[in-house]
């Protein structure tokens, strides 16, 4: 078992920035696949970013291009999705999950945290 503890959600002005942590238990941790997902009121789930667990490559929903930046640093088992140039429509409930595999692929999520971008 996997677990995962997402942080660093918050209120944020249009046009601001956020930080948001992610860390997976294990000590296999850079062989995991880490990606961000988020799910607004009334909206499916959807992936945001993603970053591979060999050389990093990473991945991005065209909405969050350019504005978006996941990176992970295996020695902390920790995953980030640094949010810059905000939108209300970036408001959502941000997931992170890391696919792990063990003879077969395990999806494991954390709890969520929210993302409110308001004046």
């Known amino acids: 078992q996997v677990q995962v503890v997402e942080s660093g959600g918050g209120l944020v002005q249009p046009g601001g920035s956020l930080r948001l942590s992610c860390a997976a238990s294990?000590?296999?941790?850079?062989?995991?696949?880490m990606s961000w997902y988020r799910q607004a009121p009334g909206k499916e789930r959807e992936l945001v970013a993603a970053?591979?667990?060999?050389?990093?490559?990473?991945n991005y929903a065209d909405s969050v291009k350019g504005r978006f930046t996941i990176s992970r640093d295996n020695a902390k088992n920790t995953v980030f999705l640094q949010m810059n140039s905000l939108k209300p429509e970036d408001t959502a409930v941000y997931y992170c999950?890391?696919?792990?595999?063990?003879?077969?692929?395990?999806?494991?999520w954390g709890q969520g945290t929210q993302v409110t971008v308001s004046s």
């Open positions: 999950n890391a696919r792990v595999y063990r003879l077969q692929w395990y999806d494991y």
């Open positions: 294990g000590s296999t941790f850079s062989t995991y696949v």
């Open positions: 970053i591979s667990n060999t050389i990093g490559v990473t």
